[in-house]
């Protein structure tokens, strides 16, 4: 009888280590895996626990003149399209450093671990990014007043043939209530409040949902075009970021809700509470003004515009490229031996990449040659792109020749494109305003940028060291500011080569 018990206790172990080998063979993932657990306190812990880098408060912000904001990109937060820099995250940043009366800097993190590890670090000042208000989170970091109001729903997708079904036969091959995921499994990113939530659920239902974690660097959306694709069964997201993309993929459906209202919001370090009061100053009021409600329907409900982007060519997120001048524009750089993405800065603060663009003085084309420079330029036609890049690459590098003093490259540039905006001969008489008050003149940055707005003022463009006059020096230090931080964003979006 013993060896009997024996007998069956061995292959009853046998049976359950084949079915264990069965299940890992087929890939099964297990219910709650470890490996990629949400935000846990263990893993906020982990981050928090380091050394924090210098602490910056609002005073040390407007001191440095920078605020320093951490963001990911996405097609509704941050990214380029023909060549602008655009975004909810980034409009709201860009209003609110001209409200602190500094400037902007934006850093781009990966996942949610590195927007906390950048805070922590001292890296940013300010998360920008639409994070859920958790109980867990609050212990970290300090959230601003909340942006917006949203909640997490299942994404899945229509059978194949749905446009010809009925829609209740459409709705039968559906999950139609998150308790009917018992027993499935669902694709969310590791480390995120997706995965929180699918662990909470499993708790109230009283059953097993397969979670399978995806790295934490796949954004929200490329699960959503996995869904789509095929690739995954399910996956979940915030409803407005859900919608707007269901308004591309009408084969999704986002109906069914997985959790009850969240607050989404901005979060700070917890010892910077004069930013927090002035970022949440600054949020009431700009949402009591129509200003808030257009950027937030530009991005989340305007889907219109929003499948435009999508489809385009030059949508950063997808297409790595910046205009259909991307090949020329390179082409010419190389020549010149600038960064081509500089050049492509420049082209679109001259005529945002449009051919047949005239200005008020007579420039035209894309890097908008005047009549007599095109002339000696030997450029035929100016609306034709590649002559006009042409034409525009040769003036720069004869420019660049000119300021062969400046040892800096960098300055060395600046000079260069404030020449090509307003005149060699106007940047030498402000060159000469600099050096008559015994201002370093081979720096463009806080130096000659400065005399250069004085040529507009009758006390220096009278002065008798300036020999060509009167000059708007507001558009030329505007000018190399602009394409400058806008080479910034094309650096982040698209590769060098």
Not at 110 to 139: V, Y
Request: glycine share 4%; hydrophobic share 35%.
């Amino acid at each position: 009888m013993k060896i009997l018990k024996f007998d069956y206790l061995l292959l009853l172990l046998l049976l359950i280590g084949l079915f264990a080998c069965d299940r890992s063979q087929q890939n099964m993932p297990l219910p709650n895996d470890q490996s990629g657990n949400a935000l846990s306190e263990k893993t906020l812990e982990d981050i928090f626990s380091g050394s924090s880098g210098a602490s910056r408060d609002l005073n040390e912000i407007k001191k440095s003149g920078v605020l320093k904001a951490v963001t990911m990109y996405s097609s509704t937060s941050y990214f380029l399209y023909r060549g602008q820099a655009m975004g909810f995250e980034y409009e709201l940043l860009d209003r609110i450093a001209d409200h602190l009366d500094v400037e902007l800097e934006i850093l781009t993190a990966k996942n949610i671990n590195e927007l906390m590890s950048f805070l922590h670090e001292g890296k940013a000042d300010i998360i920008a990014h639409g994070l859920a208000i958790t109980e867990n989170r609050r212990k970290y970091i300090s959230f601003t007043n909340p942006l917006f109001l949203s909640h997490q729903v299942l994404i899945q997708k229509k059978p194949d043939n749905w446009r010809k079904m009925r829609l209740h036969e459409i709705q039968e091959a559906l999950i139609s209530d998150n308790v009917e995921l018992i027993g499935k499994t669902v694709s969310v990113r590791a480390k995120s409040s997706y995965l929180q939530r699918l662990d909470n659920l499993m708790e109230e239902i009283g059953d097993v949902i397969y979670i399978d974690t995806v790295p934490a660097n796949i954004e929200t959306e490329k699960l959503i075009r996995m869904v789509v694709d095929g690739e995954i069964k399910y996956t979940v997201a915030d409803n407005n970021i859900a919608s707007i993309n269901a308004s591309y993929y009408p084969e999704l459906d986002i109906k069914v809700p997985m959790s009850f209202s969240q607050r989404i919001a901005w979060g700070v370090r917890e010892d910077s509470p004069e930013l927090l009061s002035a970022v949440n100053n600054w949020l009431a009021e700009i949402k009591g003004k129509p200003d808030y409600n257009i950027i937030y329907k530009k991005y989340f409900e305007n889907q219109r515009d929003f499948r435009k982007r999508i489809l385009d060519d030059y949508f950063s997120t997808t297409s790595g490229k910046i205009s259909q001048y991307d090949n020329l524009i390179q082409k010419y750089s190389e020549i010149l031996g600038w960064d081509w993405r500089l050049v492509s800065s420049l082209v679109y603060q001259e005529s945002k990449f449009n051919p047949q663009s005239k200005s008020w003085a007579g420039a035209q084309g894309l890097m908008q040659l005047m009549p007599a420079t095109a002339e000696e330029l030997k450029v035929n036609d100016r609306t034709n792109p590649e002559e006009n890049i042409k034409g525009g690459t040769k003036y720069l590098k004869y420019l660049w020749d000119r300021w062969e003093d400046i040892p800096d490259s960098i300055q060395r540039l600046k000079f260069v494109m404030a020449s090509y905006n307003c005149g060699y001969y106007h940047v030498r008489d402000a060159v000469n305003l600099a050096e008559k008050d015994q201002v370093d003149t081979y720096m463009w940055d806080d130096h000659v940028e400065l005399y250069i707005l004085k040529l507009s003022d009758p006390e220096y463009f009278n002065d008798p060291v300036v020999h060509y006059g009167y000059a708007r020096g507001i558009e030329p230090f505007t000018y190399v500011f602009e394409i400058f931080e806008r080479y910034e964003h094309y650096r982040r979006f698209v590769p060098a080569s």
